[in-house]
DNA sequence: TGCATATGAGACAAGAATGTCTCACACGAC
DNA sequence: GTCGTGTGAGACATTCTTGTCTCATATGCA
C-alpha cells in the first residue's frame, strides 16, 4: 500500500505548490491553494487540517530547510565573510518561502512564535559574532541587527526578482554584495 | 461650521491611529481600527467608505510623507552620502507606516500600484544613481537594488525595534551603517 | 472480476467581516 | 428653546471563507 510513501510525496507537492502561491499572494484561499497544488479542496483539508495547520506546515518546512541550509554552510569554516556568502548560497532555494514567512511573522502579533526560528537566529547571530570577534565584522553593528538585516535583504531581494525589479541570477551578488561591503565604494575590493 | 477644518482634523487622527494599529497588526479589523481611534464603527465608514478606501488613504498619507522627506532631506546637496543619511533621518518617524505599506504592497498582488510609489522610487534610484556617478558608491549594485535594499531595511529595523530585538535609538545608525559600509570592517572608517 | 482506498465534486452550516440602515442623543448655532 | 448636524450604538443582510459532510468515481491490488 506504501501509505507513508505515497502521502508524503503529495505532501511534500502540496506543500511546495502552496510555497508559491503564498509568496506571491499571502491572502491566498485554501481553495486557490488547492487549484494550485492541482487538487480539489477536500483533499487538501483531508491533509492540513485547516489554513492554521497549512501555514504551520509551511513554517516546519521552512525552519527545516534553513537548519539544512545552515549545516550545509558549514559555519564554522574558514572566515566568516565566505560562511556569510556559502550561506546565503544555501538559503537562496528557500527565499521565496522564507520571505512569505517572514512577513507572516510580522503580519500576526503574539500566539509566540516557533522555537525553530529561535534556534535559527542564534546560529546566525552566533556567525556574525564570529565575525567580530575575528576582526573581520565591525563591531558597532550588533548580531543581532546584523541577521534581522539578512531576512530582510532576502525578503526584498525575493520580491523584487518576483516583480521584475532586478535580475534573479544577481540575488546572491546583490545580498552578500550590500551585507558585506555596502554601497560605499572602497579603495582595496 | 468650519466644515473642512473640523473634518480634516479628525481625518488626520483616525488615520495616524490606523497607522500605528495596522503597523502591528496588518490584518486588524475596521471595527478595531475604529475603536484604535476612539470613534464608532459607523462613524469611520462615514469617514472612509470602505477598508480599501482606508488603506488608499493610508497610502496617500505614506507617499505625502515619503515626497516630504524626499524634499527636506535635499537629496541634490552635498556628497550623495550625506543625502543618504538625511533622507534616512527624516523617513525614520514614517518607518512604521512605510513598513506596513511596503508589506502591504507585496500582499495583494496585481491591482497595478499607486504611481506615487514610482515617482519616489525615481527619485531615490536617482540619489544612488549620483552617487555612483561621483564615484562615492560602487557600480556593481544596481540603482534599482539600492533602491529595494532601503526599504527593506527601514521594514526590518521597523519590526525589529516594535519586538524589541534591537534599541529605537540605533534605528538611524543600523541602517545607515549597514547600508553605506556593509557589515566588513575596513582599516580607514 | 471484486474490493478497498483515495480522490473530486458539490452541498451545507457556521463564523467573521463588511457595508448599509435606523434611531436616539449630544453639541453648537441661531 | 429650537433646529441642524454629527455621532454612537446596534440591527440587518450580504459576502467570503472555512470546516464538515455525502456520494459518485477512478485507481490499484488480490
Same mark, same amino acid.
Request: aromatic share 6%; charged share 25%.
Given at each position: $500500500?506504501?501509505?507513508?510513501?505515497? $502521502? ?20 491566498? !484561499? $485554501?481553495?486557490? *491553494? ?8 477536500? !483533499? +487538501?483539508? =483531508? ?8 501555514? =504551520? %506546515?509551511? @513554517? ?23 560562511? *556569510?556568502? =556559502?550561506? #546565503?548560497?544555501? +538559503?537562496? &532555494?528557500?527565499?521565496?518561502?522564507? %520571505? ?13 512564535? /516557533? ?7 542564534? &546560529? ?5 559574532? &564570529? ?16 541577521? @534581522?538585516? +539578512? ?11 518576483? @516583480?521584475?525589479? #532586478?535580475?534573479?541570477?544577481?540575488? /546572491?551578488? $546583490?545580498? *552578500? ?6 554601497? +560605499? ?5
Amino acid at each position: $500500500m506504501q501509505y507513508s510513501c505515497l $502521502m508524503a510525496v503529495d505532501r511534500d507537492h502540496v506543500l511546495r505548490s502552496a510555497a508559491a502561491l503564498l509568496t506571491r499572494k499571502a491572502t491566498a !484561499t $485554501m481553495d486557490e *491553494v488547492a487549484k494550485a497544488a492541482g487538487i480539489s479542496r477536500a !483533499t +487538501l483539508h =483531508r491533509q492540513f487540517a485547516g489554513r492554521d495547520a497549512l501555514v =504551520r %506546515a509551511l @513554517e516546519a518546512l521552512g525552519i527545516e530547510e534553513c537548519e539544512a541550509a545552515l549545516d550545509a554552510a558549514r559555519l564554522d569554516d574558514g572566515t566568516a565573510q565566505e560562511a *556569510v556568502r =556559502r550561506l #546565503v548560497g544555501e +538559503l537562496e &532555494r528557500s527565499a521565496g518561502l522564507l %520571505a512569505f514567512l517572514y512577513t507572516e511573522n510580522q503580519l500576526f502579533e503574539g500566539d509566540g512564535q /516557533h522555537e525553530g526560528w529561535a534556534r535559527i537566529d542564534v &546560529r546566525v547571530a552566533a556567525l556574525f559574532r &564570529r565575525g567580530q570577534e575575528s576582526g573581520e565584522f565591525r563591531i558597532d553593528l550588533s548580531p543581532a541587527w546584523l541577521t @534581522e538585516a +539578512l531576512y530582510g535583504l532576502m525578503a526584498s531581494a525575493s520580491w523584487a526578482v518576483t @516583480e521584475g525589479r #532586478v535580475a534573479a541570477k544577481d540575488y /546572491h551578488h $546583490m545580498i *552578500v554584495g550590500l551585507l558585506l561591503g555596502g554601497a +560605499l565604494r572602497r579603495e582595496e575590493p
